[in-house]
Nanobody, 116 residues
Framework: QGQLVESGGGLVQPGGSLRLSCAAS????????MAWHRQTPGNRRELVAS???????SYADSVKGRFTISRDNAKSTVYLQMDSLKPEDTAVYYC??????????WGQGTQVAVSS
């Protein structure tokens, strides 16, 4: 626990923005793809966005044009810029990372609430 640490969640009004960050511990190496998933109570966890080590991105249809995933390999950090937020974006957002020849990792989650 604590290998991936998310931050940046909070309460925001509809139409507002938040920027999530996920930093890997300095002991974590060989990170490959990084991604953000989200989950609400009673629902399955869904993939929001992913980014490969070389920068290739993929987004869920529900967030295309509104969210931007990026990463800083030197800092072993992935970001999720969320703009034009909607109430349906409310969820716990989880950081995820695959590693070369090592098990995948999950963060503890950070709460995002979009409400007026």
């Amino acid at each position: 626990q604590g290998q991936l640490v998310e931050s940046g969640g909070g309460l925001v009004q509809p139409g507002g923005s938040l920027r999530l960050s996920c930093a890997a511990s300095r002991t974590i190496t060989r990170i490959n793809t990084m991604a953000w998933h989200r989950q609400t109570p009673g629902n399955r966890r869904e993939l929001v966005a992913s980014i490969t080590r070389d920068g290739t991105t993929s987004y869920a249809d529900s967030v295309k044009g509104r969210f931007t995933i990026s990463r800083d390999n030197a800092k072993s950090t992935v970001y999720l810029q969320m703009d034009s937020l909607k109430p349906e974006d409310t969820a716990v957002y989880y950081c995820y990372a695959t590693r070369i020849y090592l098990p995948e990792l999950w963060g503890q989650g950070t709460q995002v609430a979009v409400s007026s």
